[in-house]
Each structure stands twice: as structure tokens, then as C-alpha cells.
């Protein structure tokens, strides 16, 4: 039997690909291994996001193919259309594919399959992946993003937004909520911006919070500028919906987000970090009175939304001020967590014409200043967890062999003094918050 290892840069829409990727490869008669020197075929799955993601190829790629000579290499991903990576990478890749473009002739398949008429993007979502957890699920929404920020790969990487009929997504997320599945997380470049028939983003969740079960609800990523008050109050009033809004600000001044091309300002983020906050926090009382009944009954504590971003510094042209405009931000916004980004200039995006005239030193230095308030915002928020009995999904164990797993507010957390048990992992269970870092928390079974 003939074995596949695939490797996975990026984003988790790229690890969701890669799960309906192995489900065609098992499909066709080959058998996953872990070890990519002995593999008949390797499946390198590419990010073009970042330079850094970037490179790994350059060093991964010729190392595969210098010692495991007999293997075929598929290169697929955000950097298959790049005519730069092809000529750097020609000699050591096989096959090169869209992962929306998986038809018989891009595929070395020997026996028959099944895979012919997969080339559109929405026959691609179809195929039903191999999960590669047992508990918790990405459940693809859509791909392709219509959006063009200057300097973002996706739109040219990943084509035009196309989304997936409402029935296929509730339809996959029930059959994983039956499988005892207990989180399941949505997926699309700007997942606000779904649209199903007259079914939208808000529609689609209420009809998946809907189904009968003990799971969560996530979803990513939400562009600020499609967020709307239906879609606030959609998961105000739910009762899987994680109090949980990752909402990439991307710079906190107004010049730059206009050069990034990111259709909001300042102020209109902020006022929407404070919706969010005030709707799914206090409002709603009704709604309110029955959740805290409820936790009150679990002896749960009622967590408030915590809210993450994505941020870049060292945008072409960013001074000092307008830099200053974001570290400003950062302070009022009072981040959980974000993802703190040194610009790096992406080939085809209109970003890339641009100067890019931050130096790499100043870049370190603008990083590690948001990466500063962003410490002491995120440790200030996990300071409301002491003593307090939260929720936790339990999802494996670290190197040293302790529990670790994640609130609905998605805050890491590990445990520190109960005993270990296997049997937890998968599972819901009640913790008591014992101590507090900036990015984590420690807990013990209550
Ligand atoms: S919204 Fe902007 S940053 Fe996000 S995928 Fe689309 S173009 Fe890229």
C-alpha cells in the first residue's frame, strides 16, 4: 500500500484542506505515515501571508526530495501560482495543485478515482475530510475572500469568496455534534460576509446553535467592517456561541488602515469593540436571567467576551506617530490576546509596490512595545479568573504530562495540582481558577 504525509503551513483553513486532502488520498488506497523520509507522497501545503511561513519551503522542500529521492511531491497552497516559487522550487516539485483543482490529472493515483470532478471550489468543500482531532472540528463556511487589503495574498491565492449552502454546514456540523464532537469552529477568510440565499452569516448561526447537544461554537475570521448588530445580537441570545470575537484591527491609525485598504477607521473599530462588549456582556436581560440561572445552577462564572486581533507593524510609511496611534489602541482596547505581526512585503499585492522603508530594527522594536501593553491588557483581563469556576474543554497534555485545554473565551489553560486523567481529554469539565499569568491560566478540578 502506498503511503502520504502531508505538511501543513498557515492559517487553519489550510489545515481544514489539508483534512479533505487526506480524505481523497485514504479514498484512493493510501495510508498515512508519520515520517515524510519514507512517505511515496508528500503533500506540502503552503503559506504566503508572511515571508517567514514563506521560507520554510525553500529549506523543507530540497531536504524531502535529497532524502527520500523516490517520493512525489505535491506542492499546493497559498504559493502555488507564484511564478517565482516555481522556478525556485521546479527541480524538487512533482505536482503542482490548487487544492480546488484536485482532478485525476494532478493527482499520481494509480488504482481508480474518485476525485474526477472535483474543480470548482464548492464540490471541493463538499468532500467530507478526516478530522484530525476527535473532539473538535473546523467546519469550512466558505473560501476566497473579495476584500483586497493591500497587503494580503489571499484574494489573488485563493480567488473570489464562494460560499457553501447553509444545509451542507448544519448538516455537517450535526453529524460531528452526534459524533460526541465538542467544538466545532467555522471557517472562512471573512466568514461576516457569508451569504447562502437569503440565509447570512447571523441566519446560519442561529440554525447551528440550534442543534441538540453539549458543544461550542467558534468562528473565524471576522472582518470589522461586516460585523453587524443582527450578528451581535445573534450571539448575545445563543447558547453555544463562545463569548469569544477574534476582529483583526490591523493598525490603529487612520492613514495606514486607508493605505492597507481595510474600509474602516479608528473610531469605528473602537465603537465596535464597545458594542460587542456592552451587548454580550450586560444587555439582553432576559437572555441574561436564564444563562446566569443556569450557571448559577452549574456554579458557573458568567466569563466576559474576550476579544483578540491581528496586528502589523512597520507598514510602508508607518511613522512613529501613526505607530503610536496603534500602541494607543492597543491600551484603550484592552486586548485578551493578538498577533503581532512585523510587515513583510508580499509579491503581487499592491502593498508590495509600496516603500518599504520601516527598518527591520524598528520593526523589533514596535512589536516588542505592542507586545508590552498587550502583556500587561491580557493579564489585567485574566486577573477577573481567580477563584472563579469556569468551563474548560480538556485537550490533551503537555510535554510534561499535565492537562492542558481552553475556556470558551479561548484562554489556555493547565492544570496544576489534581490528578491526570486520560479520560478527560475530549471532555467538558468544571475548573476552578487558581492562578493567573498573562497568557494562560492555571486551574484545578472543581
Ligand atoms: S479580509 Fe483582507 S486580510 Fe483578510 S483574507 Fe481578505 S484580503 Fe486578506
Redesign the pocket.
Same mark, same amino acid.
Given at each position: 500500500m502506498k503511503t502520504y504525509h502531508i505538511i501543513t503551513i498557515g492559517c487553519q483553513m489550510n489545515k481544514s484542506d489539508s483534512e479533505r486532502l487526506a480524505s481523497i488520498l485514504e479514498k484512493n488506497g493510501y495510508r498515512k505515515t508519520d515520517n515524510k523520509y519514507k512517505a511515496d507522497l508528500i503533500t506540502v501545503n503552503t503559506c504566503g501571508v508572511r515571508q517567514m511561513a514563506e521560507d520554510r519551503i525553500y529549506g523543507l522542500i530540497p531536504e524531502i526530495k535529497r532524502k527520500n529521492k523516490k517520493a512525489k511531491i505535491i506542492l499546493t497552497g497559498c504559493l502555488v501560482n507564484r511564478k517565482d516559487v516555481r522556478r525556485r522550487l521546479e527541480k524538487y516539485v512533482d505536482i503542482w495543485m490548487m487544492i480546488t483543482e484536485m482532478t485525476n490529472d494532478k493527482f499520481p493515483m494509480t488504482n481508480q478515482c474518485q476525485i474526477s470532478n472535483v474543480k470548482y471550489q464548492n464540490d471541493y468543500l463538499k468532500i467530507v475530510p478526516k478530522y484530525e482531532s476527535k473532539f473538535s472540528a473546523y467546519v469550512p463556511i466558505g473560501n476566497g &475572500?473579495d @476584500?483586497? &487589503?493591500s497587503y &494580503?495574498v489571499? !484574494?489573488y491565492a485563493r480567488g473570489r469568496e464562494v460560499y457553501r449552502l447553509a444545509k451542507d454546514i448544519v448538516d455537517e456540523a450535526k453529524n460531528l455534534v452526534n459524533r460526541g464532537y465538542k467544538e466545532i469552529i467555522l471557517i472562512a477568510? @471573512?466568514v461576516n460576509s457569508y451569504k447562502s440565499g437569503k440565509i447570512d452569516f447571523a441566519d446560519l448561526l442561529k440554525q447551528l446553535d440550534n442543534i441538540k447537544g453539549d458543544f461550542w461554537l467558534r468562528f473565524i475570521?471576522s472582518?470589522p467592517k461586516d460585523m453587524s448588530d443582527k450578528l451581535i445580537k445573534t450571539i448575545a441570545g445563543s447558547k453555544n456561541i463562545c463569548r469569544h470575537i477574534h476582529l !483583526?484591527v490591523q493598525a490603529g491609525d487612520d492613514k495606514v488602515l486607508n493605505k492597507m485598504n481595510r474600509q474602516y477607521a479608528r473610531i469605528d473599530y473602537i465603537k465596535l469593540v464597545k458594542k460587542v462588549r456592552q451587548d454580550l456582556n450586560d444587555q439582553f436581560p432576559i437572555f441574561n436571567d436564564q444563562k446566569n440561572t443556569k450557571l448559577k445552577i452549574q456554579n458557573l462564572w458568567k466569563q466576559p467576551v474576550a476579544i483578540t486581533t491581528d496586528i502589523i507593524v512597520g507598514f510602508p510609511g508607518e511613522t512613529k506617530k501613526q505607530f503610536d496611534n496603534s500602541a494607543k489602541l492597543m491600551k484603550e482596547v484592552k486586548f485578551d490576546l493578538a498577533y503581532i505581526v512585523r510587515y513583510s512585503p508580499r509579491p503581487g499585492t499592491a502593498a508590495f509596490k509600496m516603500a518599504d522603508n520601516v527598518t527591520k530594527l524598528e520593526k523589533k522594536r514596535r512589536e516588542e512595545k505592542l507586545m508590552e501593553i498587550l502583556r500587561k491588557t491580557a493579564l489585567d483581563n485574566n486577573k477577573k479568573y481567580i477563584g472563579k469556576i469556569v468551563k474548560v474543554l480538556v485537550e490533551g497534555k503537555d510535554k510534561r504530562g499535565k492537562l492542558f485545554g481552553s475556556t470558551e473565551t479561548a484562554k489556555v489553560v493547565k492544570i496544576s495540582n489534581a490528578p491526570c486523567n486520560d479520560k478527560l481529554i475530549g471532555e467538558f469539565a468544571d475548573v476552578k481558577i487558581i492562578k493567573v499569568m498573562d497568557f494562560g491560566l492555571e486551574w484545578e478540578i472543581a
Open positions: &475572500c @476584500n483586497f &487589503c &494580503c489571499v !484574494p477568510q @471573512n475570521t472582518h !483583526p
